[in-house]
């Protein structure tokens, strides 16, 4: 069966640091695949989305690589702070079509 | 650009009533939105795709005669929740994608609906 799977234990790190999150897919041959960043009771918000013939894609402080080798994408915030803390989720297309396809996302805790 | 505005943001009611949610993409026409539902520390579920003129497709498991979905226009979607019970309690979560060929196109969310069934 198909599965997303990223980190379930939350990640704390100091601000500062660069925070690296996981993301890890079975049976999917995915095009492309996007990150959104959950806070809570709110919706998904997109941040990036990294075509399958992209090793790499940056946008200000995020980077996210693509290994559809390792079936992994990595997902980077560099110089982290406190407004980073929340939940992020790796989204792959379902086989059926548009619809989206979530991981179980990873919190992401970023203290002073 | 691409706002989706969800509403209500939270009910609380009877186990028995019936609840409509509405999803509106308030910048953009939308010709596919999309339901999702999400239980606490679990990831978002699909429930099922809108078109805008047509059936909305159900994913597996979810009843169709109980979640009522109908996508009137290109920028309105709505979601009936009938004859709620309290297993139906969760956060309800819709898209909306744009017009596009494209598959790789992001979607915008909504702000969720907080469903408590008492």
């Known amino acids: ?112 | 650009g691409a706002v989706v505005s969800q509403h209500p943001s939270r009910v609380i009611c009877k186990s028995g009533t019936s609840v409509k949610i509405e999803c509106r993409s308030l910048d953009f026409q939308a010709t596919t939105m999309f339901w999702y539902r999400q239980f606490p520390k679990q990831s978002l579920m699909l429930m099922a795709t809108s078109n805008e003129g047509s059936k909305a497709t159900y994913e597996q498991g979810v009843e169709k005669d109980k979640f009522l979905i109908n996508h009137a226009s290109l920028t309105l979607s709505t979601l009936t929740v009938t004859s709620a019970h309290p297993e139906d309690s969760s956060f309800y979560i819709c898209s909306a994608r744009s017009r596009g060929i494209y598959s790789n196109q992001p979607q915008h969310f909504g702000d969720g609906t907080r469903l408590s069934i008492l």
Do not use: M
């Open chain 1, 1 to 112: 069966s198909q599965k997303i799977e990223q980190n379930s234990e939350a990640l704390n790190i100091q601000e500062g640091k660069t925070a690296t999150l996981t993301c890890n897919y079975t049976n999917y041959s995915p095009a492309y695949l996007q990150w959104y960043r959950q806070d809570p009771g709110r919706g998904p918000v997109f941040l990036l989305l990294i075509r399958e013939n992209e090793k790499e894609k940056r946008k200000e402080r995020l980077k996210v690589t693509f290994d559809t080798t390792l079936k992994q994408s990595l997902f980077h915030i560099t110089a982290s702070q406190p407004a980073d803390s929340a939940t992020y989720l790796c989204a792959l297309n379902s086989n059926s079509g548009y619809a989206l396809n979530f991981g179980k996302g990873t919190s992401l805790l970023v203290t002073p």
